[in-house]
C-alpha cells in the first residue's frame, strides 16, 4: 500500500465512523477502497469489519447520553445481535456470496420504507397499546435485530437503516435514543464477527489500523452531529443514505 492509498483508507475510516454513528453503511465507504487499494473482497471485507470495531466503540461512547437507561433493552436486544453476527460471519467465510447479496438491495429498499412511514405505524401502535406493550419491542423485534445481525455479520452496509426501521416502529421512544441503541447493537455485531474472523480469514492488518484510527475520530464527529438532527431530519438523512446504498450496491 503506497502513502496516498493509505491515505485514502484513513479518510475513508474517518467517513465511515462518522455516518455509522448517524445512520449507518459506513461500509459502502470503506469497502470499496479497500478493493481500489488491491485487496480481496473477503480480506477486504473481513479487514474492514475489525477496523470499524474501535469506530463503532467511538459512536456508542458518543451517544452515551441517549443510552442512559436503556440497559435492560441493550442486553436483551444484543442478545439477538450477537448470535445473529456470529451466524452472519459464518455465512461469510464457508458459503458463496451471490445468492445473499441479492437480497440485500431489496432489504435496504424494504427498511427504507419502513423508515418513511415508521411515525405512522407507531402511532397506530401506540393507539392500540395504550400502556406502552413491551418496552423492548417482544418477539418481533428480537426476532428482526436476529436477522439484522445476520447481514450485518456477513457484510454490514444499511445494517444500521434496518435497526432503525425496526425500532423505530416497535418502540415507543424518541428516535435519538433508538439511534443510541443501533449504535450498541452495530458495536456487537462488528465485534463477535471481528473475533470470529481472527480466527477464521485473511486480514490485512494496515488497512484495519488505518480504518480503526479514522473511524474513532469519525464516531466522535457522526455523535455530535447526528444528536442536534431533529428527527424529521434524522429520517430524511436515514432515506438519503439507504438510498445512496442501494444504487451503489445495485451499480457493483
Same mark, same amino acid.
Given at each position: 500500500?503506497?502513502?496516498?492509498?493509505?491515505?485514502?483508507?484513513?479518510?475513508?475510516?474517518? *467517513?465511515?465512523?462518522?455516518?455509522?454513528?448517524?445512520?449507518?453503511?459506513?461500509?459502502?465507504?470503506?469497502?470499496?477502497?479497500?478493493?481500489?487499494?488491491?485487496? @480481496?473482497?473477503?480480506?477486504?471485507?473481513?479487514?474492514?469489519?475489525?477496523?470499524?470495531? @474501535? #469506530?463503532?466503540?467511538? *459512536?456508542?461512547?458518543?451517544?452515551?447520553?441517549?443510552?442512559?437507561?436503556?440497559?435492560?433493552?441493550? &442486553? &436483551?436486544?444484543?442478545?439477538?445481535?450477537?448470535?445473529?453476527?456470529?451466524?452472519?460471519? /459464518?455465512?461469510?467465510?464457508?458459503?458463496?456470496?451471490?445468492?445473499?447479496?441479492?437480497?440485500?438491495?431489496?432489504?435496504?429498499?424494504?427498511?427504507?420504507?419502513?423508515?418513511?412511514?415508521?411515525?405512522?405505524?407507531?402511532?397506530?401502535?401506540?393507539?392500540?397499546?395504550?400502556?406502552?406493550?413491551?418496552?423492548?419491542?417482544? @418477539?418481533?423485534? /428480537?426476532?428482526?435485530?436476529?436477522?439484522?445481525?445476520?447481514? #450485518?455479520?456477513? /457484510?454490514?452496509?444499511?445494517?444500521?437503516?434496518?435497526?432503525?426501521?425496526?425500532?423505530?416502529?416497535?418502540?415507543?421512544?424518541?428516535?435519538?435514543?433508538?439511534?443510541?441503541?443501533?449504535? #450498541?447493537?452495530?458495536?456487537?455485531?462488528?465485534? +463477535?464477527?471481528?473475533?470470529? /474472523?481472527?480466527?477464521?480469514?485473511? +486480514?490485512?492488518?494496515?488497512?484495519?489500523?488505518?480504518?480503526?484510527? *479514522?473511524?474513532?475520530?469519525?464516531?466522535?464527529?457522526?455523535?455530535?452531529? *447526528?444528536?442536534?438532527?431533529?428527527? @424529521?431530519?434524522?429520517?430524511?438523512?436515514?432515506?438519503?443514505?439507504?438510498?445512496?446504498?442501494?444504487?451503489?450496491?445495485?451499480?457493483?
Amino acid at each position: 500500500m503506497t502513502v496516498w492509498e493509505a491515505v485514502a483508507v484513513l479518510v475513508a475510516g474517518v *467517513g465511515a465512523g462518522t455516518i455509522n454513528a448517524i445512520v449507518g453503511s459506513g461500509t459502502l465507504i470503506t469497502f470499496p477502497v479497500l478493493l481500489a487499494v488491491g485487496l @480481496p473482497p473477503v480480506t477486504a471485507n473481513v479487514s474492514n469489519t475489525l477496523g470499524l470495531v @474501535p #469506530g463503532s466503540l467511538s *459512536g456508542v461512547v458518543g451517544y452515551r447520553r441517549e443510552l442512559a437507561g436503556q440497559g435492560r433493552r441493550l &442486553r &436483551r436486544l444484543g442478545t439477538a445481535s450477537l448470535f445473529g453476527g456470529l451466524l452472519g460471519a /459464518f455465512l461469510l467465510v464457508e458459503l458463496p456470496g451471490r445468492a445473499f447479496d441479492a437480497i440485500v438491495p431489496v432489504l435496504i429498499l424494504i427498511a427504507l420504507v419502513l423508515v418513511v412511514i415508521q411515525p405512522r405505524v407507531a402511532r397506530a401502535v401506540a393507539a392500540r397499546r395504550p400502556d406502552g406493550g413491551d418496552p423492548d419491542g417482544g @418477539p418481533l423485534l /428480537f426476532a428482526g435485530v436476529f436477522l439484522a445481525g445476520i447481514y #450485518g455479520g456477513y /457484510f454490514g452496509a444499511a445494517q444500521g437503516v434496518l435497526l432503525l426501521a425496526m425500532m423505530g416502529m416497535l418502540l415507543q421512544d424518541d428516535l435519538q435514543r433508538i439511534n443510541g441503541v443501533k449504535n #450498541g447493537l452495530a458495536l456487537i455485531v462488528n465485534t +463477535v464477527a471481528a473475533v470470529f /474472523f481472527l480466527f477464521a480469514s485473511t +486480514v490485512d492488518w494496515t488497512a484495519v489500523l488505518l480504518i480503526a484510527v *479514522g473511524s474513532v475520530a469519525g464516531g466522535q464527529l457522526g455523535a455530535k452531529v *447526528g444528536r442536534r438532527l431533529p428527527a @424529521p431530519v434524522l429520517r430524511a438523512v436515514i432515506v438519503v443514505v439507504g438510498l445512496a446504498a442501494v444504487t451503489k450496491l445495485l451499480i457493483s
